[in-house]
DNA sequence: GGGCCGCTGTAATCCAGCGCACAGCTCTCG
DNA sequence: CGAGAGCTGTGCGCTGGATTACAGCGGCCC
């Protein structure tokens, strides 16, 4: 079982545990390819392991690399000037990040940062944009998830000011069962802390342990360790809308 | 001067005060088009004007069209289930809304109201992509416009949760004055509220208003009425990030 | 001109959540 | 197997902002 400290590196080897296209068709954006297509990116790209704590891109940074999870997870995180920490998401198998630097080719808006041991695949700007051009599926694709990704922030924007903590952590959890938990988004059991939690919905781990605990007293959640279990979703849900 | 009280429709007739295609002409993403593109999309798109409290588009409904702002100011409103309103920007000439029904077709992620009386000019989604496809350069600049957006939405979501009553209060100073502002981005003078201010900033109107008194008692701003003038824009900038 | 409506300005009360501090538990590594 | 590090769980005082209420004021409309 992975059971990895956070923020201590750790020395991964290279190597795959299935072959690269495999995992890259299972991809909503690269599935857009097709078989020849595939192949291409994966001779474009590159797919490598990191460990647990290592960063991926830093906030701030020039970059032009459009990334993507095989394996694993990764949190990606917002510094501000004064040192807090916000974390935007959790990405899992499937999921894009980076798409900012092939939009505009701007400094990365915010740092990604291996949660567990991930394989991420990435390939560059020019070749992404050859790759469109020759594929206009891939652009359509990638026009796709440019929308979810401006209706989750928009949401998210209007969450952060009108959900009250519970709320917010009802919408978190729900949103965090539903792409990285087990027994049909129903078991949270994943190598992030309750400072990733906090950071998550804006509030100090204190309150986020509190806030836990009470979902906890209503039978709404269990929780043993870091595993946490939703035993109501419905309730979840009123709660995260009111 | 327009000094019309929000929230009453009012009745604008037709008819420009200049050309459209000037008007157009001036749009970063519009302007891409060049000449004869331009007058393509003239004949495609359509020109209205629309008085105050108008609704332009509806969270939620269906809509394919993407907007510029040709005169006037607009809000881009949200409202949460229990019926709290976020403002999440206010749009001036030059300006567009609706990207998103450009990107996936999907339902209208937020409601578009008209502050001052706006002249809109909208072209739907089959037209724009064709316009696009006749000229790359548009497609550039839509995407850049889309990495903006986005930024501005990841940045938003962070302040929200990071920084305190005064430093939202003070960034949304900054960005409205330098977007709408006039004497250098020094002065606001526009028909919006304290209420629409504190919907911005995720606060209760009275708290605004304190909030603004501070910034008044230390002669960071002046106050007359619904005219605010910037006068230490440095310690602005200082508040909003700390 | 008079009444009405909406916006600004301000005061009083209340409470959620923060910051801080500390105890207990578990996993890791030497 | 012992030490240490990191995480969870909890108590306490405090403050910022919500809530509510109300007075003053200026346009707007009849």
Do not use: C
Not at 31 to 46: K, N
Not at 60 to 73: I, S
Not at 132 to 149: N, Q
Not at 197 to 204: E, N, Y
Request: net charge positive; charged share 25%; hydrophobic share 50%.
């Amino acid at each position: 079982m992975e059971r990895r400290v956070n923020g201590v590196p750790e020395i991964v080897p290279p190597g795959p545990a299935r072959p690269i296209d495999e995992k890259l068709a299972e991809i909503p954006l690269f599935a857009a390819l097709g078989r020849d297509g595939l192949e291409t990116a994966v001779a474009a790209g590159l797919a490598r392991r990191y460990g647990a704590g290592q960063i991926i891109v830093h906030q701030g940074d020039p970059g032009d690399r459009l990334f993507a999870v095989l394996e694993g997870l990764v949190k990606v995180v917002l510094t501000t000037a004064q040192g807090d920490v916000v974390v935007l998401d959790m990405l899992g198998p499937g999921e894009t990040f980076g798409e900012l630097s092939v939009l505009d080719g701007g400094p990365r808006s915010a740092s990604v940062i291996v949660v567990e041991t991930a394989w991420l695949f990435s390939v560059s700007r020019p070749q992404l944009l050859a790759l469109m051009r020759d594929h206009p599926a891939l652009a359509d694709e990638f026009l796709r998830v440019l929308g979810a990704l401006v209706r989750r922030l928009t949401e998210r924007a209007a969450d952060m000011v009108s959900l009250d903590l519970g709320g917010r952590l009802a919408k978190a959890l729900l949103h965090l069962a539903a792409k990285h938990g087990e027994s049909g988004g129903k078991v949270i059991d994943r190598a992030f802390t309750q400072s990733d939690l906090a950071a998550m919905v804006g509030a100090s781990r204190p309150a986020v342990n509190r806030a836990l605990a009470v979902l906890a007293a209503r039978n709404i959640i269990s929780i043993n360790g870091r595993t946490i279990v939703l035993k109501n979703i419905a309730e979840l849900h009123r709660r995260s809308v009111r």
